[in-house]
Each structure stands twice: as C-alpha cells, then as structure tokens.
C-alpha cells in the first residue's frame, strides 16, 4: 500500500501537526474529541484529546490500525461506554513526558504504604505472604507469544462487545492512556500519569499492550503472563496496588486471584 498523509482531522492530534506522519488503511466515518472545559478546569483545550468512530469496530479495524502505528503514530483503543466519558470530552490529557518522573516501583512502594496503614491488622492476613512488607516489582515474564499477536486476539474478544475505535497520538499504549486523559481508576488514583508509568513496565516485563479502555475500566493483553503461584502471587501484588478492586472485590486475597493470572493472556481492571 501507498503512504498517504493523515486526514486533516488526525493531524490536530499532534502538537507538530502530524509532519511526516501517514496512514494508508481508511478511515472510517469518525470525529476528533475535544475535552470538556467545564470538567477539566483547565481553560479552552488547545487541540483534541483522540478520534473516536461513530461505529463499532472490529478487531480487524483495531489490528489494522496497530499495524499502521509505525508510520501514522496513532495507538488503536476500543472504547466501551462511549457516551460517558468519551463523546461528551470527561478527559483530562496529560503530556506523556510526565510519565517519565515516575517509576512503576515507586508508585507500588507508596501505595502499599498508605493502604496497609489503614488496615486494620487481622486484613494484612488479604496480603499474605507479603503482609505489610511491600515486594517490590515481581521479575520479567517469559514470553509465550508475539505480543501484538496477543493483542490482536484481546481486540477479537473485546470487539463483539460492540465498541468503537478510538485513535490517539502515543508511542505506545502506556502514553496513549495519558494523552487521551483517561481518568477510570475511580476512587483509588483518578491521575492517569502515575498509573501509565506502571503500564510502561508491564509493556516491558510482560509483554503487555493496552487493547481497550473503558469510564472505569481497562483492557491490557498478555504475551509474558506468570507461569506458576509463586511469580503470580508477585504479580497479583503489583495488581493490588494497581488496582485494589480487582482483588478485594474478586477473589479476596492475593492466593485466590493469583490463581486467576496463571497463563492468562488478558488483564481486566475495573474500579468500582
């Protein structure tokens, strides 16, 4: 296929206009979202926050737009919920340069921190066998898979939900999630920023890619998931401070929901 340029509308994604940028697979019938002024509080938005289709896309769609990223810069999400928070614009972008002034390890150490001191001391049992000592980060995964053959199989699954694409202006799924200003970890850490610096190691240590978003939820595939309890309970640790919900809501405790990673290819966040 030819290189074209973006369509006017995916240029005003981009602080430099979108130069140099193309994309050779069609666009879909689509508009740019702008964030609220009234729900962000900063002011009148200087260019929009993502493209969003008017409708639903296929995991075809989101895998030929994840194969275009290379050339057009623009990372493929499926959007559930797509009246609230994303055509009405309740998004608060962030320059992905912040994440850079967090690590995923010092997100985790403060986190377990502040929970664990407002636990009462029989809960602590929930956080067996790390109890009030915070592991640190569990080890690389072993990849099983390419990821982005992963991915598109977590887009094949997601898709018969019915949702549409969005397209941001990220170098990888991890910055997408803060420049389209997704705010779903409700309740526990509403800055995206901070939360996207752990996405970014688990990029990296797990092969994992961000395949959709929703008003409190979050959709990441697998290619490196933990292959015993041992490295799983580790991992499901990161997930607590992540993304308490997942556990206390679920299982109950670390043991239960690290049997639940063992092998998956797929991780589901929601935040209540």
């Known amino acids: ?14 602080a430099d206009g979108g130069r140099g940028r193309g994309l050779s697979a069609g666009l879909p019938e689509g508009e740019v979202i702008w964030p609220d002024p009234g729900y962000t509080g900063q002011g009148e938005p200087v260019r ?20 275009e990223h ?20 309740q998004v608060v972008p962030d320059d992905p340069v912040q994440i850079d002034h967090f690590t995923a390890e010092g997100f985790m150490a403060e986190v377990w921190e502040e929970w ?7 809960a ?6 790390y109890g009030a000592i915070c592991p640190g980060l569990a080890p690389a995964g072993r990849p099983v898979a390419d990821p982005d053959v992963v991915a598109a199989w977590y887009a094949d699954e997601l898709a018969v939900k019915g949702m549409p694409l969005g397209l941001v202006a990220a170098e990888r799924g991890a910055d ?5 200003g997704w705010q779903g970890a409700l309740h526990h850490n509403e800055w995206m920023v901070p939360l996207a610096a752990v996405v970014r190691s688990w990029e990296d240590r ?63 966040f929601w935040w209540d």
């Open 48 to 67: 929009p926050a993502f493209w969003m289709s008017d409708e639903p896309a296929t995991g075809d769609d989101w895998r030929r737009f994840r194969e």
């Open 176 to 180: 997408a999630l803060a420049a389209m």
């Open 206 to 268: 797990f092969g994992a890619r961000v395949v959709g978003v929703g008003f409190n939820t979050l959709e990441i595939s697998v290619a490196a998931p933990p292959a015993d309890q041992e490295h799983a309970l580790h991992v499901a640790a990161e997930h607590w401070t992540f993304c308490p919900d997942n556990v206390l809501q679920g299982p109950g405790d670390l043991h239960g929901y690290a049997g639940q990673l063992i092998g998956s290819h797929a991780w589901s």
């Open 70 to 89: 290379p050339r057009s810069g623009l990372w493929p999400v499926l959007l559930d919920e797509s009246a609230q928070p994303w055509s009405v614009g």
């Open 1 to 14: 296929m030819n290189d074209h340029r973006l369509p006017g509308e995916l240029c005003r994604l981009f």
């Open 116 to 122: 664990v001191a407002q636990m009462p001391a029989d």
């Open 124 to 129: 602590l049992a929930e956080l067996e066998p």
